[in-house]
């Protein structure tokens, strides 16, 4: 059984809306890093758990335990932490 190997990370999408939360890292060789995570065309969507959305004019923020992302929609993403 293989066990989670989770990072923080922060996305912004292309329409302003951003979350925050985690994703699995323990996804074989050549996954050590987030960008090889995000970079990877191979799959269209990245998992995202214990995530919160902020989305623009929504106050207060939206939880969800899991959620899938586009990454066709994905502006940037960073380590949580390190986004404007």
Known sequence: M???ESRSIRIKLVDGTQINGE???NRGTGYDRLS???GDYQENFLTIFNAT???K???PQLKYETILVNKNHILYSTPNGHME
């Open 2 to 4: 293989n066990t989670i």
């Open 23 to 25: 994703v699995n890292l």
């Open 36 to 38: 090889d995570l995000v």
């Open 53 to 55: 959305l902020y989305e």
């Open 57 to 59: 004019n929504l106050d």
